[in-house]
């Protein structure tokens, strides 16, 4: 191949064959034709300048096109629900219901009498019909958003009694005992880490007990001398518990046995149970609480719901989520394993075909997020050389794995069955020479 100015021209690949590409053709869709033509011929001009080689123009052009807001990534991780990647990915039918509600809609308005309607009625009865033990249901902006309307209205200036082995950190630095208190509730913490019991409970309640607080520990795991108090013996205690249980399971799921979920959680005896939407129900950010009716009442009307209410997106992709529950959050944790190895497989195989060793490993996916935290999901993945890990996050579209003693792991468990194509493609634009 020449390296002259007149062979590098020659090489430059056309804009039509760029155009078709399956990133830059996506592009045009969203940006327009003219705005994704004018970055292609940027970067066609600088490969005929000698800037680039002709065969980096593509991914020049890629890496140029404007980005208004977060890159769509495939999660090759392992974990399930990863925070950094957006916890849930929505469903498809979900997908379809927040594009359908970007526009006009009767988000609070009854069409047929013409009056001001419920806010969300759609997803708050889909929620409602989800958990009949559920007195009544409300939706805020997310778990810790349902956590501060709780404490403000049911505990502001008085306490909330809650269990050392429970004041966790959520993530990010950011601790549920400082959210509580940031609303003017005093926490009268009992009991230890490892082992609270109900006299510890009992002994702290008195004329300032605004709820007893029980919070499931979702993201760690205490071992050996524990003990807990659980939501039917606290419920004895004649006043109001309220469960955080963390990850929005609705039902109990047998995958996941020490998982609490609302149903089980009401049915205990909790007057109020507090989740968020985009862990183990696999729909958006949101904060779902359910409940006794006079509890969930007072939440409504407290001057704060006004500050927490959940956008008309959220609340279309919610109600689809519990109209057709099966996210890909419930695909990703039931795969199952002899499937998944054998799209691993196949992946290999392509690969090999042209020229890229790489293995098929088992490895242990997790469910992660704030959820689940003892469960191993056993899983497969592709093993490449860790040189692959910074071109593939850095590429377009990033792909993201877990780099393990010097190999990169792709596991393929929470990669969409449609996306592998798209997985070999990525790892194939990686210059390969191993
Ligand atoms: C995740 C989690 C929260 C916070 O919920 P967000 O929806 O992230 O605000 C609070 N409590 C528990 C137990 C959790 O697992």
Redesign the pocket.
């Known amino acids: 191949m020449g390296d002259g100015p007149v062979d590098r021209r020659r090489r430059v690949p056309r804009t039509d064959a760029l155009l078709a590409d399956p990133v830059l053709a996506a592009a045009t869709a969203t940006l327009g034709r003219d705005q994704v033509k004018a970055v292609i011929t940027r970067a066609q001009d600088r490969a005929r300048r000698g800037e680039l080689n002709p065969d980096e123009v593509r991914d020049a052009a890629v890496a140029a096109l404007p980005t208004p807001g977060p890159r769509v990534v495939f999660n090759a991780t392992g974990v399930v629900l990863h ?1 950094n990647l957006g ?1 849930a990915p929505l469903s498809s039918t979900a997908v379809a219901a927040v594009v359908a509600a970007a526009g006009h809609t009767d988000v609070e308005l009854d069409l047929a009498t013409g009056r001001r309607a419920r806010r969300g009625r759609g997803a708050l009865d889909a929620l409602a019909a989800a958990v009949p033990d559920a007195g009544a249901v409300h939706v805020v ?7 501060v309307l709780a404490a403000t209205a049911l505990a502001a200036g008085r306490e909330i009694v809650v269990s050392r082995g429970e004041l ?1 950190e ?2 990010d630095g ?1 601790r ?1 005992p400082d959210l509580l208190e940031s609303t003017g509730a005093r926490l009268r913490e009992v009991g230890t880490t490892n082992r609270t019991s109900l006299a510890d409970y009992a002994a702290a309640l008195g004329p300032q007990t605004g709820f007893v607080l029980k ?5 760690f795991r205490v071992t050996g001398f524990t003990s807990a108090t659980d939501v039917r013996e606290l419920a004895t205690l004649g006043v109001p518990v309220v469960a ?5 399971l609705l039902g109990a799921d047998p995958l996941l046995p020490d998982e609490p979920d609302a149903a089980s959680t009401l049915r205990a005896g909790a007057a109020l149970v ?6 183990l129900l696999g729909g958006p ?3 779902l609480l359910l409940g006794d009716v006079e509890v969930i009442d007072r939440l409504r009307r407290h001057p704060l719901a006004r500050a927490l209410r959940v956008d008309k997106l959220t609340l279309a992709a919610l109600a689809a989520t519990l109209h057709q529950p099966d996210t890909p959050t419930r695909a990703a944790l039931h795969a199952d394993p002899g499937v998944l190895r054998e799209r691993v497989e196949r992946l290999r195989d392509r690969l090999g075909a042209d020229g890229r060793k790489a293995e098929v490993v088992p490895a242990v996916a997790v469910v992660g ?3 689940a935290p003892g469960v191993e999901l056993d899983s497969w993945a592709l093993s490449l050389p860790e040189r692959y890990a910074t071109p593939l996050r850095t590429g377009h579209p990033p792909v993201l794995g877990r780099v393990v003693r010097g190999r990169l792991l792709l596991d393929l468990r929470c990669v969409p069955a449609d996306a592998d194509e798209a997985v070999r493609a990525a790892v194939l634009r990686v210059p390969g020479d191993d």
């Open positions: 925070t916890r902006n997310n778990g810790a958003a349902a956590l966790v959520i993530g950011f549920l919070v499931h520990p979702s993201n955080d249980i963390g990850s929005g507090t989740a968020s939407g985009d862990k950010q949101a904060g997020g704030g959820g």
